[in-house]
């Protein structure tokens, strides 16, 4: 079992940046593809991005490229959401995940993702 604990989330003014931190509770997390998701209020859980285990991959959704960078680091078991030029509509509940196998390129499907964080929330006023 791996646990998740995102940080970083906040209010924030758009155009504004925000550093979001998922740190995992076992270092086999190292092996997987990770990846963040968010939720808006009323709206479905939508694909951020996602990064392979030793961040040579990544994927990113639409609404958010170039804008967004996924990172890792190994060595804290940790990835990372850099948000830039953040949008009214990028407020939403962010989750990360961390893959259920070993080595698998990133992905943008949910049901490919085992564990879950709690959540934080982002809040980008105009």
């Known amino acids: 079992q791996v646990q998740l604990v995102e940080s970083g989330g906040g209010m924030v003014q758009a155009g504004g940046s925000l550093r979001l931190s998922c740190t995992a509770s076992r270092p086999t997390a190292s092996r997987s593809a990770m990846g963040w998701f968010r939720q808006a209020p009323g709206k479905e859980r939508v694909f951020v991005a996602a990064?392979?285990?030793?961040?040579?991959?990544?994927e990113y959704g639409d609404s958010v490229k170039g804008r967004f960078t996924i990172s890792r680091d190994n060595a804290k078991n940790t990835q990372y959401l850099q948000m830039n030029s953040l949008k009214p509509e990028d407020t939403a509940v962010y989750y990360c995940?961390?893959?259920?196998?070993?080595?698998?390129?990133?992905?943008?499907?949910?049901?490919?993702?085992?564990?879950w964080g709690q959540g934080t929330q982002v809040t980008v006023s105009s």
């Open positions: 995940a961390a893959d259920r196998e070993y080595f698998r390129t990133p992905s943008g499907f949910s049901s490919e993702y085992e564990y």
């Open positions: 990064i392979n285990w030793n961040g040579a991959s990544t």
